[in-house]
């Protein structure tokens, strides 16, 4: 079911976020798979990586867009989950307090970052749903 938040979401937005929200989860697998074939060879493992790798090359290159403020808060509130007061509190302290920014602020990096990998996303519709196609149903039978 939708949170009232995606409900006002368009689906590449909503779709997008859930591929985020499950970066830890391919890179912790690519991880694990790595491992696995270290130290036995397996078609299936291999194949199984062979995918992971590309999952988590497409986020990758989606951080590629973003410039380093846009990066950090979507690291931090969508990938990490942070509140925002943390993740303001993380901006500080990553610029030795320097450079402070407002809550507001650090939600407007975020959007303009989602703005550009959306874009992006879009662009590469194709190529990007087929390889989260799991991720891409889910949120398309939730928009019904």
């Given at each position: 079911?939708?949170?009232i938040a995606e409900s006002e979401m368009?689906?590449?937005e909503i779709f997008v976020r859930h591929v985020l929200d499950k970066y830890l989860s391919?890179?912790?697998e690519q991880k694990t798979y790595e491992h696995w074939l270290a130290i036995r060879e397996n078609k299936e493992v291999r194949?199984?990586?062979i995918v992971v790798d590309m999952k988590v090359a497409m986020i990758q290159s989606w951080f590629e867009l973003l410039n380093h403020d846009e990066k950090f808060v979507i690291e931090q509130h969508l990938i990490q989950e942070l509140e925002w007061p943390r993740v303001a509190f993380s901006f500080s302290e990553r610029w030795k307090g320097e450079f402070t920014r407002a809550e507001r602020t650090l939600v407007t990096y975020q959007a303009t970052g989602l703005k550009k990998i959306i874009t992006?996303?879009?662009?590469?519709?194709?190529?990007v749903i087929t390889l989260f196609a799991d991720?891409?149903?889910?949120?398309?039978?939730?928009?019904?």
């Open positions: 079911m939708k949170t368009q689906p590449m391919y890179t912790a194949e199984a990586l992006f996303a879009e662009n590469h519709r194709n190529m991720i891409w149903e889910e949120v398309m039978k939730e928009e019904r």
